[in-house]
């Protein structure tokens, strides 16, 4: 049983893994898209049945232009990469909910929401670019597809540490596929994402030909409002000083690579 287990795990964790581009960040995925895109796309329209949007014709013109723009360099990153069938994949939709909550997502296979909330902490169209090229990224990088491999493993782990011991030859893997499911593995998980989306977000938004310093600036407006009143999209993206300083470090990169691709 241990030895049947350890096996499998050792090919998941060589055959299941792949690269994030740009950031280069290894990551396991035995989700894929295509097997969670019909949830992803009920949960848009579901969304868009249960939740009025905006009648403001201008600022929903404005979302709907910006995540064009953005969904472009990513497309042209995708073509220019060998990546034509990732790119062809994405259905981007992009919707201005009227919400007061100061939110926005995107769903697996490029289903994005803004509620008009978050407009104003956005506060001009670049501010807007940089929330909605970081809420793109994690649909890019496959965040939501890599959480659901994790707890794939996370179940997995659990066996495994129950049938294992401290000195089996693999206790490494066991350790690895145990401490990525547990609550610490996958905290740590969403910081990492965190940071990658607003690194790739950067990117992205440079390459639609938006100002990426106001990146820095949204970040700085939502850490200041987190000690007043936390806006709800802080909840699953903490803002402080050190997210607002690793902007400012990966700026130069971020020009860097965008340049390549524009
Ligand atoms: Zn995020």
Redesign the pocket.
Known sequence: MKKYISTFLLVILFYGCSTVPITGRKQISLVTTDQVLPASLAKYAKELKEQPLSKDREKTAMVKNIGNNLAAAVDKFLRENGKSAEADAYQWEFNLFENKEENAWCLPGGKVAVYSGLLPICKNEDGLAAVMG?EIA?AFAHHGEERMSEGMLAQLGGIAVAVGTANDDHAAIWNMAYGLGTGLGMLAFSRT??KE?DELGMVFMIMAGYDPEEAIHVWERMAARNKSHPPVILA??PSDQQRVNDLKAFLPKAKEYARKYM
């Open positions: 970081h994690h994402h965190e989306a699953t993206h």
